[in-house]
């Protein structure tokens, strides 16, 4: 620690100046004084910089903060006292250099996910209740005019629904082909329903990350797009109703689209959440709102990301697995008690600590 | 002193035509740093690209030909794990390693944090979310413009243009993902300790100075003409007595209206002395408060006592 302590004052140089035959630059004096304990700090920020900080001992890394902070106070020096351009310009490359590796974070990654889980997440979703409930309304909206419209009129479904995902399920095919469907038996069509489900993820995911980055334009295309999504939902079911299968795509859909329909909501929620910063900015100005909010908006898209891997793997092993539709209801609805138990309990904190952490 | 500027007017160009940016970290000094090239920055995203599809390319390989699985949950784990390579891949790396992903390290460029502060996880995650909508997507529909259709076509085509717009129209080249964020790509810092030119010069060794400058003659130019002097004696391209150099001399002789002929062969050695005077003078003044920028100096004087 002490070796890297430089004296401060720069009349020390005056034995040099007195001895020495050629009196010298008072910024010559000046680096001469110091450039030892750049060259340290140098050495320092270069293994730091090929193995990270714990390439270092516990005493180089004491060293790095103080040489840092001696660099820094260097540079400001130099910058009044030096007209030498390679002076100042090392410095200044130097100090950025151990700025980055002084400033770095911090934070393992494994203390950054279990903090993001068991606090960051359920937190900011308890925060945005007004985004969650528009993403669910323009959801539940959707798939209700879906509903409605496919059973009063079943050619309204060949308006909503994409013909790469109906795959043959349209309102033409036989109610026999449909059940077959639903209760799908790898033998005669693993394939095509294997291709549908890995369809339908990378489509949900796809669409869950535009809903999400659209919100900024005012919330307006996130609802949209949701709204689109619920109409296809609706419409599928009506379909389905009309066939006599009604059970039978419930329990179908709720295994793995409690979980995934929620996702896509909460990616809605998110960017709404943007959106509405952009709207209803209040004392903030547009960009600072938008800029806070993001903060439980980002929150959020994990959130969405997280629920749809879930989602991905129950329909990729468990929707095969599981053909009782009784058990597709447990897990599905089993799956949806347990999100809303870990984002309405988790991360909780006594009145007092929280009165502190504000 | 220097007042911590509000930081969107903190961007400055650079000798070389980069773009510095005035970062101020915690320690209250400014710092200069480059601001990344796009150049750099598309380069880095391709490569990060090239890389993760190699990754995905592999393991999807290694998935298939040990086989086991049913081919349900080989598709559902191959498209898995491209999505794990997409934004959370970019998200961990910057994490890991401070703001730069696989190809911004071999591109030597990084994140940091516009306000100074260290970089942290929401601004890392904030930046790489967007860039699903500013870079995957549209790069994505680029692919099919094939089978869209016309109106289709134009709006991806727009899509594509907004996005290239916005790090082209803002002075720090931030997309809309950095911007939300709040961050700035910028060059890793180089450092190279160059000699000190009042020490090495050679006549700077021996006591007696070949030549000796007046007060008068050293009143003329300022900080500018010190350090493209500099530039001058720092590049070793340079040879003694050729043209440039000769020609360099006559010019300050002429300006600072030295009498003494400089000899043929000493020319180097009176620019080396000459540059030390200059400095010396220009520091001692700068100590008493007269920064002198440049050789107008005599003129911005006279303007402002005018204005007075």
């Known amino acids: 620690m002490t070796d890297l302590r430089i004296d401060p004052r720069i009349d020390s140089g005056a034995t040099l100046h007195a001895g020495g035959p050629n009196d010298l630059l008072r910024s010559a004096r000046f680096r001469l004084e110091r450039e030892a304990h750049w060259r340290q700090l140098d050495g320092l920020v270069t293994r730091a910089e090929k193995g990270g900080a714990a390439a270092l001992t516990y005493d180089e890394v004491r060293n790095l903060a103080a040489g840092y902070r001696q660099a820094m106070n260097s540079l400001s020096v130099a910058r009044d006292i030096s007209l030498d351009r390679a002076l100042v310009a090392y410095l200044e490359s130097l100090c950025a250099r151990a700025y980055l590796v002084v400033y770095a974070p911090q934070e393992s990654l494994g203390g950054l996910m279990s903090r993001l889980l068991l606090r960051g997440i359920p937190q900011a979703v308890r925060r945005s209740a007004l985004p969650l409930f528009i993403g669910f309304l323009a959801l539940v909206l959707g798939a209700f005019a879906g509903y409605r419209l496919c059973s009063s009129d079943p050619s309204w479904f060949y308006t909503f629904v994409p013909p790469g995902m109906a795959d043959l399920r349209t309102p033409d095919a036989s109610a026999d082909y449909l059940r077959s469907t639903i209760y799908g038996n790898e033998r005669h069509e693993g394939d095509g329903l294997a291709a549908f489900s890995a369809f339908l993820f990378s489509h949900n995911t796809g669409i869950a990350v535009l809903i999400f980055a659209l919100g900024v334009f005012m919330s307006v295309p996130s609802f949209i797009l949701t709204f689109y999504n619920g109409l296809i939902l609706g419409a599928f079911f009506a379909m389905f109703r009309q066939k006599g299968l009604g059970y039978d795509v419930f329990a179908w859909l709720s295994i793995h689209g409690v979980t995934e329909l929620a996702a896509i909501s909460i990616a809605c929620a998110g960017g709404a959440g943007l959106g509405l910063a952009v709207l209803l900015p209040g004392a903030r100005t547009r960009g600072d709102a938008l800029r806070h909010q993001a903060h439980d908006a980002v929150k959020l898209a994990i959130l969405a990301a997280l629920m749809l891997v879930v989602a991905a793997f129950i329909e990729g092993f468990l929707r095969q697995l599981v053909q009782d539709p009784i058990w597709r209801l447990t897990i599905g609805w089993g799956m949806g008690v347990f999100w809303v138990g870990w984002l309405l309990l988790g991360g909780r904190e006594g009145k007092a600590s929280r009165g502190t952490a504000q | ?308």
Request: with cysteine; proline share 5%.
């Open chain 2, 1 to 308: 002193m220097r007042e911590p500027k509000q930081s969107n007017q903190s961007v400055s160009d650079g000798k070389n035509g980069e773009r510095i940016q005035q970062f101020i970290p915690p320690e209250g000094v400014p710092i200069a740093l480059a601001i990344a090239s796009l150049g750099s920055r598309l380069g880095a995203q391709i490569l990060d690209i090239i890389l993760t599809a190699l990754v995905i390319l592999v393991c999807a390989l290694a998935i298939v030909f040990t086989g086991g699985l049913p081919t349900n949950a080989t598709t559902i784990l191959i498209i898995l794990l491209g999505f794990l390579l997409r934004t959370p891949y970019y998200v961990l790396s910057e994490l890991i390693w401070n703001g730069r992903t696989l190809g911004k390290r071999i591109t030597g460029i990084r994140v940091i944090n516009v306000d100074g502060r260290r970089l942290t996880p929401h601004q890392v995650t904030a930046r790489n979310l967007m860039k699903e909508v500013e870079i995957f997507t549209p790069v994505g529909l680029l692919f099919t413009i094939g089978s869209q259709s016309a109106l289709e076509a134009w709006l991806t085509v727009l899509w594509l243009l907004a996005v290239v717009i916005v790090p082209l129209a803002n002075r720090r080249r931030q997309r809309i993902g950095d911007m939300i964020a709040g961050t700035l790509v910028v060059d890793n810092p180089r450092s190279v300790l160059l000699s000190d030119l009042a020490l090495t010069a050679p006549a700077a060794q021996s006591s007696q100075p070949a030549f000796e400058f007046l007060p008068e003659h050293l009143d003329i130019y300022g900080k500018y003409e010190l350090q493209t002097l500099e530039d001058v004696l720092r590049d070793t391209t340079k040879k003694p007595n050729t043209e440039e150099i000769v020609k360099i001399v006559r010019t300050i002789t002429r300006r600072i209206r030295y009498e003494e002929p400089v000899k043929p062969g000493q020319e180097l050695t009176f620019l080396n002395e000459f540059y030390r005077a200059q400095r010396e003078h220009l520091e001692s003044l700068k100590l008493f408060g007269k920064a002198r920028e440049n050789k107008y100096h005599e003129h911005t004087k006279t303007e402002a006592r005018k204005l007075v």
